[in-house]
């Protein structure tokens, strides 16, 4: 599946972009404020393609995208997550620092929020970040979702802000 704005294209990540899985995911603020998956080598991540992002397309019909611009350099991921103590999937996204900056994660947000609403239907979509992540809650924000409350995921050793869209 591929979702297409004006300046990008989001496509399911497929095991030969691991390569950009792997350096993307070892970015020191992905590590700071996303955390480190243990994605160490190209093996490492060509499991973490297959046992995620594809295992979710197949279980949900949505996952995380290779978000690449027109002429196909991959500059980040975006899309939904379904965490198993979550009543409803919620956005993810993280860009490589080059590409920061640039309107890119919001407009990648606004396709992925598009989708979940127009074919998948869904009614709910939440978001999770870390309270010192002050450039993805000003994203949140300006995708007009709110604060709603301090949430502890098994995962993660620190409590997240959980964002909700306001209305």
């Known amino acids: 599946m591929i979702i297409e704005t004006d300046r990008l294209t989001l496509a399911e990540l497929q095991i030969e972009d691991a390569p950009f899985i792997l350096e993307l995911y070892n970015d020191p603020d992905f590590i700071k404020y996303i955390g480190d998956r243990n994605i ?6 060509e499991k973490f393609i297959k046992i995620g992002p594809q295992a979710s ?6 996952g995380l995208y290779k978000v690449s611009l027109k002429d196909h350099t991959p500059i980040g991921i975006c899309g939904l997550l379904k965490r198993d103590e979550l009543d409803d ?5 993280a860009m490589l620092p080059k590409y ?9 947000s606004v396709a992925v929020l598009d989708d979940g609403r127009n074919r998948l239907g869904l009614n709910c979509i939440i978001a999770v970040t870390s309270p010192e992540n002050k450039a993805s809650i000003r994203l949140l924000n300006k995708l007009g979702m709110g604060f709603e409350r301090m949430i502890q995921l098994a995962e993660i050793e620190y409590e997240n802000k959980l964002f909700c869209i306001n209305g």
């Not at 160490?40 to 991540?45: E, L, V």
């Not at 397309?57 to 949505?62: A, G, M, Q």
């Open 40 to 45: 160490h080598s190209i093996f490492d991540a």
């Open 57 to 62: 397309y197949t279980e949900n019909d949505h």
């Open 89 to 93: 999937p919620d956005i993810g996204f």
């Open 100 to 108: 920061r900056k640039s309107g890119y994660t919001f407009e990648a």
